[in-house]
């Protein structure tokens, strides 16, 4: 039985990539003891080498299924809710919820609320060229900015030399140049972080243009949810 300290717990689907579950576990212990509360955590492993590749060829419900595998397995270990530490994923969100034995906490739901919350029509992405060109964002009543195809292929490499610990100051300065261009140009009112492992080098204070951290918004919510 769980004592009046202690939150509900998490299955959270981690290794999307490594240092973002590392991210998400440090944000969430530290949301939990802000409100006197204990976080309960299993995280469960997937393979960011296995998972991405599957969602750049379209392979949404194999991806769904290699998903739920791991929310299962935390369910099983007696986790009451689901957390994804990754963006790109969700874009399987539809052919995973039906799959699903118990909730999953949306990121891309948590951050559309973040979006009308701020009253934005026009944002832009930074991410995976799976994610950037998915437009998931834009599904939920947002229009999003698509970069030409150079943009994309740069934004997209720039966040995998993160993901794989090779970055390099100047890359991140060349991101926020790239980022202020949409505002300027295309008429983004803000640039998402929409890559967790990009919010360990920019945030809302630092980034140099409006943007949104996917990650922190999403983490907020996870614990919301935990300890209500």
């Known amino acids: 039985m769980r004592n009046e300290k ?15 579950t590392v991210y998400y576990y440090n944000g969430l212990i530290a949301a939990h003891k802000a409100q006197g509360r204990v976080a309960r955590m299993l995280i469960a492993h997937a393979d960011v080498d296995h998972g991405r ?3 750049e060829a379209g392979k949404l419900d194999e991806l769904a299924r290699y998903l739920n595998g791991f929310i299962d397995a935390t369910a099983a270990g007696g986790a009451e809710m689901a957390a994804i530490v990754a963006v790109t994923p969700h874009i399987c969100s539809a052919q995973l919820m039906p799959l699903l034995k118990i909730p999953l906490i949306d990121m891309v ?4 609320d973040e979006i009308r919350a701020r009253g934005l029509k026009r944002i832009a ?15 939920l009543g947002v229009d999003v900015a698509m970069p030409a195809r150079e943009e994309i292929d740069f934004i997209h490499d720039s966040y995998l030399d993160v993901v794989y610990d090779r970055s390099s100051p100047e890359k991140i300065d060349r991101l926020r140049e790239l980022a202020n261009t949409f505002v300027r140009r295309d008429g ?25 951290d996917c990650a922190g918004v999403h983490i907020a919510e996870i614990a919301r949810r935990l300890v209500a």
């Open 6 to 20: 202690e939150a509900r717990c998490l299955g959270l689907v981690g290794g999307l990539g490594p240092n973002a």
């Open 53 to 55: 590749p599957l969602a």
């Open 109 to 112: 739901a948590t951050v559309a």
């Open 125 to 139: 992405l930074l991410g995976t060229r799976s994610t950037v060109e998915s437009k998931m964002f834009g599904r």
């Open 188 to 212: 983004a009112e803000s640039v998402l972080l929409a890559g967790t492992d990009l919010s360990m080098v920019l945030n809302e204070g630092n980034a140099g243009f409006p943007t949104i």
